[in-house]
């Protein structure tokens, strides 16, 4: 598709596109397209305030109501999704198909948080007084801040603005300073919906661009009572402890450093599939990408020379063009940390296969490289670490304890998954004594998750859980409430208190 056309029909006009002092380019070809304003430090208690003024409205309206409006705004996605996947392509840098992909996740979430709308339960208890009633309500929260990454541009945000529109609350988002065109276009989609919904209250989602300051100015607010940031596990180290010293609620979805282990009894045709779309897909660019690969040594060898043919024939390049399947980093200083990333891999004993900066047959200006294999001797240094581009660390085990031992030795905690035909090893995979994930598969890499459970992981992933499931509950509060409906005011406890 065009860029100008595609801009046009995204509502993103000259005036939005032109004369700021953001540059916002394309990872296709590092070509400059847009310079758009920012949103001053000085204009966020502004914000805030409206978003505080906008909750106390929309915490009123009926849930189910609520879930109309994010109702329409899935009919909008729907209309928009080709448009949007194609200029999350151009400023993500994403494969045609996963840029649709990734709308649809957007789509499916919303029709995930329409029947949720219907559905905000609460318990009732059993009381242990006569003539006395006990249960939950979930009552909206307060404004929610949503600060997401460049490599999941619209869809993080939609995972958490679904649920917080149902759940009563208010949404300003903060998207990556890479990818402000998409998070323009996704407002101008939902304008659409609230326009057909006619009287939500002014300023209940607002976009705010801009660096670390505007971020900041939502982490530190009282009034803001839901920060849910997506990012690195540095960026959860700065914004966990600030909202945790206002007693604020913090949702984070940071780092992952992904693990398959690959065992005797693996189908390794569909294991092979697996590792190449997980660990090579989005260019290796998920939080979910698979980075680790523990393969039992009976089938280690074979399993890469089959990885090493396969990562050959995979086509790199443009991914606007529907052959591609390895589109490019987005950006160079990215590639240079793949770089370093591979250096150190070298160092530390590993041998390394593909991994080089790829010029020909791209467009120029782009950061394309070729997915890279490290086959290492352990767990070094390197493995541990997340770097976000198409490495592969390939390690070895003898026992199925030790590849267990091997996949939970990291710092990260997202997402995991093993290749076994054994009943036994995929049980204890899941087990309380298997993956210490907060996403573990058999059979499946572990990248591509539904929206239906729900998403995050454990230690430096932070602990944060988004999307589906019961992960609503973190955009409510929760009171429980006790009725007396008798004539007497007995104690719980037995306690006596007579007077
Ligand atoms: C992310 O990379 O931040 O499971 C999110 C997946 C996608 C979401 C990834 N559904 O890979």
Redesign the pocket.
């Known amino acids: 598709m065009e860029t100008a056309p595609l801009f046009a029909a995204l509502g993103l006009t000259p005036t939005l596109l032109t004369g700021g002092t953001l540059p916002v380019s394309s990872p296709i070809d590092g070509a400059g397209i847009a310079r758009i304003a920012v949103t001053g430090a000085a204009e966020m208690p502004q914000v805030i305030a409206r978003a505080q003024a906008a909750f106390r409205q929309w915490r009123e309206v009926p849930a189910p109501r609520r879930g109309e409006l994010v109702r329409l705004l899935g009919e909008e996605l729907r209309a928009a999704k080709a448009e949007l996947g194609a200029l999350v392509t151009l400023e993500a840098g994403k494969i045609a198909s996963e840029g649709l992909g990734e709308v649809q ?1 957007m789509i499916d979430i919303c029709d995930f948080a329409v029947g949720l709308s219907r559905q905000l339960y609460g318990l009732t208890i059993a009381s242990e007084r006569p003539g006395h009633r006990m249960m939950e309500t979930w009552h909206p929260m307060g404004p929610c801040a949503v600060i997401t ?1 460049f ?2 541009p619209v ?2 945000w939609s995972w958490n603005a679904a649920l917080a529109l149902v759940c009563g609350d208010a949404v300003i988002w903060k998207p990556s300073e890479k990818t402000p065109l998409t998070a323009m276009a996704t407002m101008n989609i939902l304008a659409r919906a609230l326009a057909r919904f006619g009287d939500a209250p002014e300023g209940l989602c607002q976009l705010v661009i801009g660096g670390p300051e505007v971020g900041e100015a939502l982490v530190a607010s009282r009034d803001v009572a839901i920060v849910s940031a ?1 990012g690195s596990t540095r960026m959860g180290r700065a914004v966990g402890p600030k909202v945790a010293e206002r007693f604020g609620r913090a949702i984070l ?1 940071l780092g ?1 450093n992904n693990a398959m282990i690959v065992a005797p009894s693996a189908d390794l045709d569909m294991a092979v599939r697996a590792i190449v779309f997980s660990a090579v897909g ?1 260019a290796g ?5 698979l980075r680790r690969l523990i393969a039992h040594h009976s089938i280690r060898a074979e399993l890469v020379e089959r990885l090493v043919k396969a990562y050959a024939s995979l086509p790199i390049g443009d991914p606007r063009a529907a052959t591609t399947l390895v589109g490019p980093l987005v950006d160079h200083a990215a590639r240079d940390r793949m770089l370093a990333a591979l250096e150190q891999a070298r160092a530390e004993g590993g041998t390394v296969h593909g991994g080089r900066t790829v010029t020909a047959g791209v467009p120029q200006g782009g950061a394309y490289v070729e997915p890279a294999l490290a086959v290492m001797p352990g767990q070094t240094a390197i493995v541990r670490e997340e770097t976000f581009a198409p490495i592969l660390y390939v390690m070895g085990y003898d026992s199925f304890d030790e590849a267990i031992a091997l996949q939970n030795d990291v710092p990260q905690g997202l ?1 995991s998954c093993i290749f076994t035909l054994n009943l036994r090893e995929a049980e204890t995979f899941l087990s309380a004594t298997g993956s210490d994930c907060g ?1 573990a598969n058999v059979n499946i890499g ?6 239906g459970g729900a ?1 995050g992981g454990e230690k430096e992933t932070g602990g944060g859980r988004e999307s589906g499931s019961d992960a609503w509950k973190a955009y409510m509060r929760r009171a429980t409430n006790t009725v007396n409906y008798s004539a007497r005011l007995p104690l719980a406890q037995g306690v006596t208190f007579d007077f």
Do not use: D, K, M
């Open positions: 996740e990454a490599n999941f869809a993080v997506t979805e992952g989005t660019q998920r939080c979910t990408s997402s996403i572990p990248s591509g998750a539904e929206i998403f």
